[in-house]
């Protein structure tokens, strides 16, 4: 880790005075052919060893760049004139922190990103729960609305006809998913095929709001964090998000015939 480490800075250090050299250059208007003279010449490769080399720096380089740019996302500004001090006490010897400083000082950046992340998780979650609750409120209020003992909100849309659904059983259904603004994360209508699945292996709101249904039945569900993914974020689902399905049932196998 620790020869990777300044292999990096090594890389860091020729793309920063490069960068440094390009800002701090006077901008002086010259002829263009006098500019096309005065253009820096390519790397030459005298071998593929060369290139290896000159491909390994800039592959640190880059990785190195964003490494420098990501703590500043959080206001953790690191100075590149100071990296690149660094890089060339390093290497002539002379670093003015001992190799414990060293390891101490990125142990506790490494902790500041991640509380500073943390944080931005955690209020982003707070707000997301908070538009979910305002959502819901608005929600129930609508004509139709009904809201069940575990805070399941549901309109019907098209009733069906036959045998509602076991949380055993296993359903086919046509649905699309979205967040409170409109946002699509999901739809079976979009896949150009149903969803087959056992009703008691999905969200807690599905498995309460499907039981509800018919074949041939359409609702509109709007569900709680709490009856979905709850805290958990992923991508596409914020942590604290209140769901809304368009559900249509389009037929339900029951345990007993699945077994057959």
């Known amino acids: 880790m620790k020869s990777l480490f300044k292999v990096s800075l090594l890389a860091a250090t020729v793309m920063l005075a490069v960068g440094c050299q390009k800002e701090e250059a006077p901008k002086e208007v010259k002829p263009t052919a006098q500019v096309e003279?005065?253009?820096?010449?390519?790397?030459?490769?005298?071998?593929?060893?060369?290139?290896?080399a000159y491909a390994?720096?800039?592959?640190?380089?880059?990785?190195?760049?964003?490494?420098?740019d990501k703590p500043a996302e959080f206001g953790?500004?690191?100075?590149?004139?100071?990296?690149?001090?660094?890089i060339e006490q390093a290497f002539a010897d002379k670093a003015e922190l001992t190799e414990d400083?060293?390891?101490?000082?990125?142990?506790?950046?490494?902790?500041?990103?991640?509380?500073?992340?943390?944080?931005?998780?955690?209020?982003?979650?707070?707000?997301?729960k908070q538009e979910g609750d305002a959502f819901r409120a608005?929600?129930?209020?609508?004509?139709?609305?009904?809201k069940a003992?575990?805070?399941?909100l549901y309109q019907v849309e098209a009733q069906g006809e036959g045998e509602q659904p076991k949380e055993t059983d296993t359903v086919v259904v046509h649905y699309k998913g979205t967040l409170i603004d409109g946002t699509q994360f999901d739809s079976?209508?979009?896949?150009?095929?149903?969803?087959?699945?056992?009703?008691?292996?999905?969200?807690?709101?599905?498995?309460?709001?499907?039981?509800?249904?018919?074949?041939?039945?359409?609702?509109?569900?709007v569900i709680p964090p709490e009856l979905a993914y709850g805290e958990q974020d992923t991508p596409t689902i914020p942590a604290n998000s209140t769901l809304v399905f368009e559900v249509e049932l389009l037929s339900v196998e029951n345990e007993q015939a699945s077994g057959q």
């Open 37 to 52: 003279a005065e253009a820096p010449k390519a790397v030459v490769f005298k071998s593929e060893d060369d290139k290896a």
């Open 56 to 68: 390994i720096g800039v592959s640190f380089a880059n990785y190195l760049s964003a490494s420098l």
């Open 76 to 86: 953790i500004e690191l100075k590149k004139e100071l990296v690149l001090k660094g």
């Open 101 to 128: 400083e060293i390891r101490q000082t990125l142990e506790s950046l490494d902790q500041r990103v991640a509380e500073t992340m943390q944080k931005q998780v955690e209020e982003k979650a707070a707000a997301t």
């Open 138 to 146: 608005e929600f129930e209020k609508q004509e139709g609305v009904v």
């Open 149 to 152: 003992d575990s805070g399941l």
């Open 188 to 221: 079976s209508y979009d896949r150009g095929e149903p969803a087959t699945f056992p009703l008691n292996r999905v969200i807690p709101g599905w498995t309460e709001g499907v039981q509800l249904m018919k074949p041939g039945a359409k609702y509109k569900f």
